[in-house]
């Protein structure tokens, strides 16, 4: 069983940076899909970044230059290095974990406002 846990959201006024981290327990492969999702109120589910097993990396449109997707050496780890943030970026984010089926965080939330 694979179990993932978020951390780092919270409120930041636009312009402003916030570090997400997710933390993947259990028998993860190497060959592992490992990403980030958002979900803003009365929207559908969409993706903002994934990261492939050679490190290769994909941004959805709407947040490349702005935000990173990184990995830890141990390939356990994945954090979402968010820049020049803006209100429509608020959503819950959502850490991926893509292993024969789809793994899910609970969730952490953004919230850009002034």
């Known amino acids: 069983q694979v179990q993932l846990v978020e951390s780092g959201g919270g409120l930041v006024q636009p312009g402003g940076s916030l570090r997400l981290s997710c933390a993947a327990s259990?028998?993860?492969?190497?060959?592992?899909?490992m990403g980030w999702y958002r979900q803003a109120p009365g929207k559908q589910r969409e993706l903002v970044a994934r990261?492939?097993?050679?490190?290769?990396?994909k941004y959805a449109d709407f947040v490349k230059g702005r935000f990173t997707i990184s990995r830890d050496t141990a390939k356990t780890t994945v954090f979402l290095q968010m820049n020049s943030l803006k209100p429509e970026d608020t959503a819950v984010y959502y850490c991926?974990?893509?292993?024969?089926?789809?793994?899910w965080g609970q969730g952490t939330q953004v919230t850009v406002s002034s």
């Open positions: 990261i492939f097993r050679t490190g290769s990396v």
């Open positions: 259990g028998s993860i492969l190497s060959s592992a899909i």
């Open positions: 991926n974990l893509f292993q024969f089926r789809d793994y």
